[in-house]
Nanobody, 121 residues
Framework: QVQLVESGGGLVQAGGSLRLSCAAS????????MGWYRQAPGKQHELVAR???????NYAASVKGRFTISRDNAKNTVYLQMNSLKPEDTAVYYC???????????????WGQGTQVTVSS
């Protein structure tokens, strides 16, 4: 099993910044994609940002220019730098990884338990 442990959530005022971290551990042969999703109350689970092992990135339109995703492949860790935060960024943020535990296995999807980000107006 692959475990994802998130940290860095919290309460911040609008316009402020937070940095989320997520470290993957366990039996890991390779990690293809790591990223972040979020879910706000009453809203659907949505992609925030993701990054492949080759460095390709995708961002939600609502966070482009404000959030930056980065990875330390050697540490199996992904980061999300969130600047210029808005109240509408309030949500539970979930770390995601598409990883392979053994060379002969297919990739599987793994999720963290989530970390709350609250932006006050």
């Amino acid at each position: 099993q692959v475990q994802l442990v998130e940290s860095g959530g919290g309460l911040v005022q609008a316009g402020g910044s937070l940095r989320l971290s997520c470290a993957a551990s366990g039996i890991i042969f390779s990690i293809n994609t790591m990223g972040w999703y979020r879910q706000a109350p009453g809203k659907q689970h949505e992609l925030v940002a993701r990054r492949t092992s080759e460095g390709d990135t995708n961002y939600a339109a609502s966070v482009k220019g404000r959030f930056t995703i980065s990875r330390d492949n050697a540490k199996n860790t992904v980061y999300l730098q969130m600047n210029s935060l808005k109240p509408e960024d309030t949500a539970v943020y979930y770390c995601y990884a598409r990883a392979r535990q053994y060379w002969y296995r297919n990739d599987d999807d793994y999720w963290g338990q989530g970390t709350q980000v609250t932006v006050s107006s």
